[in-house]
């Protein structure tokens, strides 16, 4: 049973470049979060993904979308990349809007460098 | 808007007990207290949850105050394997997870 896979695992880009990030959600999962976490913190709510719409959203700007996908898959993008959006992107995948116990289970990152 | 408050780091000598402690006062009746640890950067690793009862796994304790707004995470007999950083976070009702800034546990031998 394959976990949560992120991908890219690693990547350089420029500013005012844009970027899109992966998740595949654990199976059996149809509720995706976003998470960021720069160096030395912990990770902070971007946004989070059901039935194909947006839920729940951070303090992030509008720079920072999303989309989900029919077979619970989700992407973040985001636009006009600053220097300080350089982080690890966490993906976290769990079972339902109403269940409001059970575990969350995170992907291993992907690290954005931005130049 | 971090709904936890943990000190920075701990040390704590291999093969004794790591109490890890965490301030939530501002946690609403029905949310959830969630311990996940991370190590390199990886993405976190749960190791448990719970709403008022103390619970127990393989892995650690979580003893929760009665009044809920502080717990502790209790590692039995930590080993080098067990440094890293370890978040307490509350999950609200529409399933956010709020973390804080961690405590970085370092087991020495």
Request: aromatic share 10%.
């Amino acid at each position: 049973d394959a976990g949560v896979t992120q991908s890219p695992t690693h990547l350089i880009k420029t500013r005012g470049q844009q970027v899109t990030l992966r998740c595949s959600p654990k199976s059996g999962h149809d509720t995706v979060s976003w998470y960021q976490q720069a160096l030395g913190q912990g990770p902070q709510f971007i946004f989070q993904y059901y039935e194909e719409e947006e839920r729940q959203r951070g303090n992030f700007p509008d720079r920072f979308s999303g989309h989900q996908f029919p077979n619970y898959s989700s992407e973040l993008n985001v636009n006009a990349l600053l220097l300080g959006d350089s982080a690890l992107y966490l993906c976290a995948t769990h079972l339902g809007q109403g269940a409001r116990s059970g575990e969350l289970f995170f992907g291993e990152g992907s690290r954005l460098t931005v130049l | 808007d971090a709904k936890t408050t943990q000190p920075p780091s701990m040390d704590c000598a291999e093969g004794r007990a790591a109490n890890l402690p965490c301030n939530h006062s501002t946690i609403s009746g029905n949310e959830y207290v969630y311990w996940y640890r991370q190590i390199h950067s990886q993405g976190p690793q749960y190791i448990i949850h719970g709403l008022k009862n103390n619970e127990t796994n393989e892995m650690a304790s979580l003893i929760i105050t009665e009044d809920r707004k502080s717990s502790t995470l209790i590692l039995p007999h930590a080993t080098l394997r067990d440094t890293a950083v370890y978040y307490c976070i509350v999950r609200d009702n529409f399933n956010k997870f709020y973390f804080g800034s961690g405590t970085k546990l370092n087991v020495k031998p």
